[in-house]
C-alpha cells in the first residue's frame, strides 16, 4: 500500500496562555494526488492546521507526517495576496528566488512563464495598487507556483473576492491541479467551494475536532456543476452537518 501524503494522528495544539486546545485529537491522512477542502466554523482550527503542515507551527502533541519527498516541494498561499506594495508583479513573484539567493535567468523566464499562464503577461511592470483584486490573487498564485511545488495550502485566497472572480479562480485552480500535478489542502467558509474544489471535505466543529470526512464523487469540475442535483445532494448534506455543529456547540 502506498504511503499517504500527508498523516495526522491524534494531534493536538494548544497555544500558550490559552484555556483550550485549538485543535483537539486530529486524525486524517491525505492520499498521494488528493486534494481536499478544509471547511468549519470561524476559530474552528482551519488555519491552524494549515500553518501545522507548513510547519510554520509545532504541534503540542500527536502526529503529522508529511511524505519525504513532499516536505521541500510546499507552498502557502494566505488568505490576502500579501504583495510587497512598491515592487512590480513580476519583482513580487522573483521574491523567493531573492531571499534564498537563487535568482537568475532562468528563474525569471520561469516567473514570466507562469505570469503569462496566469493571464498576467501584461502587468509585469505594474505595481500592486494597480491591480484589481482578483489579478493580485494570480500574483499571489504565480508566487507560490514560481517554486515548483507539489502541495499547495490555501488559506481562503478567494473569500475577499466577488464572486464572479471568485468562480475563475476556482476553476484556475482546478486547471493548475491538471497541468502541474498538483494537490492542494485548502482552507474555505463556503460548503459549495468545498464541494467543487474538494475530492475529500473535512469539517471541524467549535473544539477543533474532525465532526465529518466526506468524501467527494462527481464528474470533472465546471462550474455547470453547480447546477446539478448530485451536486446540490453533497452540499446539503454537509450543510445538515454544518448545522449539527451550531445545534450541540
Given at each position: 500500500?502506498?504511503?499517504p501524503a500527508i498523516?495526522?494522528?491524534?494531534?493536538?495544539?494548544?497555544?500558550?496562555?490559552?484555556?483550550?486546545?485549538?485543535?483537539?485529537?486530529?486524525?486524517?491522512?491525505?492520499?498521494?494526488?488528493?486534494?481536499?477542502?478544509?471547511?468549519?466554523?470561524?476559530?474552528?482550527g482551519k488555519t491552524?492546521?494549515?500553518?501545522?503542515?507548513?510547519?510554520?507551527?509545532?504541534?503540542?502533541?500527536?502526529?503529522?507526517?508529511?511524505?519525504?519527498?513532499?516536505?521541500?516541494?510546499?507552498?502557502?498561499?494566505?488568505?490576502?495576496?500579501?504583495?510587497?506594495?512598491?515592487?512590480?508583479?513580476?519583482?513580487n513573484v522573483l521574491?523567493?528566488?531573492?531571499?534564498?539567493?537563487?535568482?537568475?535567468?532562468?528563474?525569471?523566464?520561469?516567473?514570466?512563464?507562469?505570469?503569462?499562464?496566469?493571464?498576467?503577461?501584461?502587468?509585469?511592470?505594474?505595481?500592486?495598487?494597480?491591480?484589481?483584486?482578483?489579478?493580485?490573487?494570480?500574483?499571489?498564485?504565480?508566487?507560490?507556483?514560481?517554486?515548483?511545488?507539489?502541495?499547495?495550502?490555501?488559506?481562503?485566497?478567494?473569500?475577499?473576492?466577488?464572486?464572479?472572480?471568485?468562480?475563475?479562480?476556482?476553476?484556475?485552480?482546478?486547471?493548475?491541479?491538471?497541468?502541474?500535478?498538483?494537490?492542494?489542502?485548502?482552507?474555505?467558509?463556503?460548503?459549495?467551494?468545498?464541494?467543487?474544489?474538494?475530492?475529500?471535505?473535512?469539517?471541524?466543529?467549535?473544539?477543533?475536532?474532525?465532526?465529518?470526512?466526506?468524501?467527494?464523487?462527481?464528474?470533472?469540475?465546471?462550474?455547470?456543476?453547480?447546477?446539478?442535483?448530485?451536486?446540490?445532494?453533497?452540499?446539503?448534506?454537509?450543510?445538515?452537518?454544518?448545522?449539527?455543529?451550531?445545534?450541540?456547540?
Amino acid at each position: 500500500m502506498e504511503a499517504p501524503a500527508i498523516l495526522v494522528r491524534d494531534l493536538v495544539k494548544r497555544f500558550p496562555n490559552q484555556a483550550h486546545n485549538v485543535l483537539e485529537n486530529v486524525s486524517f491522512s491525505v492520499a498521494a494526488g488528493e486534494c481536499v477542502a478544509l471547511l468549519g466554523p470561524s476559530g474552528c482550527g482551519k488555519t491552524t492546521l494549515l500553518r501545522l503542515l507548513m510547519g510554520i507551527e509545532a504541534p503540542t502533541s500527536g502526529t503529522l507526517v508529511v511524505e519525504e519527498s513532499l516536505r521541500s516541494r510546499l507552498a502557502y498561499v494566505f488568505q490576502e495576496p500579501r504583495l510587497v506594495p512598491w515592487r512590480t508583479t513580476l519583482e513580487n513573484v522573483l521574491l523567493p528566488f531573492e531571499l534564498t539567493g537563487s535568482l537568475t535567468a532562468e528563474t525569471r523566464e520561469l516567473a514570466v512563464a507562469r505570469l503569462r499562464e496566469l493571464g498576467l503577461g501584461e502587468r509585469l511592470a505594474h505595481f500592486p495598487r494597480e491591480l484589481s483584486g482578483g489579478m493580485q490573487m494570480r500574483v499571489a498564485l504565480a508566487r507560490a507556483l514560481v517554486t515548483r511545488p507539489r502541495v499547495l495550502l490555501l488559506d481562503e485566497p478567494f473569500a475577499a473576492l466577488d464572486e464572479r472572480t471568485r468562480f475563475r479562480l476556482e476553476d484556475l485552480l482546478l486547471e493548475l491541479r491538471a497541468e502541474y500535478d498538483l494537490q492542494y489542502v485548502f482552507v474555505t467558509h463556503s460548503i459549495a467551494e468545498a464541494v467543487y474544489l474538494g475530492d475529500r471535505v473535512l469539517l471541524l466543529n467549535n473544539q477543533g475536532r474532525l465532526h465529518a470526512d466526506e468524501r467527494v464523487s462527481l464528474p470533472p469540475r465546471d462550474q455547470d456543476l453547480k447546477l446539478q442535483p448530485e451536486f446540490n445532494r453533497y452540499v446539503r448534506a454537509l450543510s445538515q452537518s454544518f448545522h449539527a455543529l451550531e445545534v450541540t456547540a
